[in-house]
T-cell receptor
């Protein structure tokens, strides 16, 4: 079946630095992607999304980049804070109208004070 | 508080037993999704209901079943439990049957431990 994968399982970043979390997807027909943040003991929390007709989208301190040519997605977090420590998942809704999300295995981001 | 309520938060049971996990969606949301998260894994889609009707099915085992009631709360039934069923079970809800626009809202999950 289709899969969404992550390049690195863990990432440690100094507080105040920028972090980049990467994700590869396999379904070339995927047209909607979401990044989620999951803190310990909590459910995933929506961060930012992007549609396949865009290559960049910015939110508050976060930017998602989409490269459809190589089927790659990244999440950039600017000026990281201790509260950014969490597991980050990318998710893919596959073809248009597909109502379920396919999640990657996650990257654990640790912010070093 | 996300508005999606899952009970119980923790559940410990023996192999072969049956359990029921409950989810109350956010007010106004008609769609409920169930996901399973095993240790250090991503979330695996199990099943979706929209306004009482089954809408989509993932790799849900035959031992598992779910339903959505007229008041829109949903229950996930897990039977003949095996050790490998130990996981976090998340419920998400959205107003429409789609994750578009970040409309999914997840609950805090039920941690099931099968011993």
């Amino acid at each position: 079946g289709e899969s969404v994968g992550l390049h690195l399982p863990t990432l440690s970043v100094q507080e105040g630095d920028n972090s980049i979390i990467n994700c590869a997807y396999s379904n070339s027909a995927s047209d909607y992607f979401i990044w989620y943040k999951q803190e310990s003991g909590k459910g995933p929390q929506f961060i930012i999304d992007i549609r396949s007709n865009m290559d960049k989208r910015q939110g508050q301190r976060v930017t998602v980049l989409l490269n459809k040519t190589v089927k790659h997605l990244s999440l950039q977090i600017a000026a990281t804070q201790p509260g950014d420590s969490a597991v980050y998942f990318c998710a893919d809704s596959g073809n248009f109208g597909n109502e379920k999300l396919t999640f990657g295995t996650g990257t654990r981001l640790t912010i070093i004070p | 508080d996300s508005g999606v309520t899952q009970t119980p938060k923790h559940l410990i049971t023996a192999t072969g037993q049956r359990v029921t996990l409950r989810c109350s969606p956010r007010s106004g949301d008609l769609s409920v999704y169930w996901y399973q998260q095993s240790l250090d894994q991503g979330l695996q889609f199990l099943i979706q209901y929209y306004n009482g009707e089954e809408r989509a099915k993932g790799n849900i085992l035959e031992r598992f079943s779910a339903q959505q009631f007229p008041d829109l709360h949903s229950e996930l039934n897990l039977s003949s439990l095996e050790l490998g069923d130990s996981a976090l079970y998340f419920c998400a809800s959205s107003v429409a049957p789609s994750p578009w626009g970040g409309s999914y809202t997840f609950g805090s999950g039920t941690r099931l431990t099968v011993v």
